[in-house]
């Protein structure tokens, strides 16, 4: 079951989406009077997906790409697919290490690998917050939308920018896209990782593969299944259940912070 499920997700017109996407970065940059944009070159499907489309919408000279890895967590091949990334589409790159930075505030920390995860992803925010304020950029994010309905992000992390162009799109449906802008198959099979420790990739920390994940987020967000009716369609309540508690548990990391509404006196 699970299986149509995702055929049917995945029978788009990736042609008609990429048009889309690129006139939602033009008119937003536009909008916004910035010189161009600016985002981060991971060397992952999402990543080089957001830059094809971007590059097209706004030219490879208002692009630049920053590449932020850690040499003790980011894979050299992660780095040398974003530098072919930005070859191939003609954009200026800046890399930058972080790990000194890190390092520098883990001087002053207790240790913890989460937090310092986290942390290297705020790193990296920051990082691209500053080429945006020093060249009038916008910084485009891209996430997706299966890691944005189960919080798979760090919240002001990979989660601070000001666009997520990609965003209604799941994992999988990234990855047909990404074929038909003719990204490199390595890039396109590669298992995802936002690299916040060794070893680490999504799908492990998830639990699920996203040919898994994605239909069951398609039926309770899109098609607002009842989860009893979702769990005949797909044979599992286990990745209902699990999907409905990473939904509920990231709820914050999709609001924007709540404020005390003050009560004026009668």
């Not at 097209?56 to 974003?82: N, Y």
Request: hydrophobic share 35%.
């Amino acid at each position: 079951m699970a299986l149509s499920v995702l055929d049917k997700l995945l029978d788009l017109d990736y042609s008609n989406i990429s048009t889309q996407i690129q006139n939602f970065i033009f008119t937003y940059v536009e909008e916004a009077g910035a010189n161009g944009a600016v985002l981060g070159l991971s060397g992952g499907v999402d990543s080089t997906v957001t830059a094809h489309l971007a590059t097209k919408a706004l030219s490879s000279k208002k692009m630049l790409g920053l590449i932020l890895p850690d040499h003790t967590t980011t894979p050299r091949e992660d780095v040398e697919d974003a530098e072919n990334t930005a070859k191939q589409l003609g954009i200026k790159t800046q890399r930058i290490d972080i790990s000194p930075i890190h390092y520098t505030f883990m001087k002053n920390l207790k240790p913890g690998r989460i937090p310092e995860g986290n942390l290297r992803a705020r790193v990296r925010m920051c990082i691209l917050y500053y080429y945006a304020n020093l060249d009038n950029r916008v910084v485009v994010g891209t996430g997706d939308r299966s890691e944005i309905l189960i919080g798979y992000y760090t919240k002001h992390g990979d989660g601070g920018v000001d666009i997520l162009p990609i965003g209604g799109l799941y994992k999988t449906q990234v990855r047909m896209l990404a074929k038909h802008l003719k990204v490199s198959s390595r890039i396109v099979e590669k298992q995802s990782s936002p690299r916040l420790w060794a070893g680490q990739t999504a799908e492990g920390e998830i639990g699920q593969k996203y040919e898994v994940i994605d239909p069951a987020l398609h039926l309770l967000f899109d098609l607002n299944m009842p989860p009893e009716q979702a769990e005949k369609q797909l044979g599992s309540s286990e990745i209902v259940n699990q999907i409905l508690e990473r939904n509920r548990r990231s709820q914050h990391k999709r609001e924007i912070p709540h404020l005390c509404k003050i009560q004026q006196p009668t």
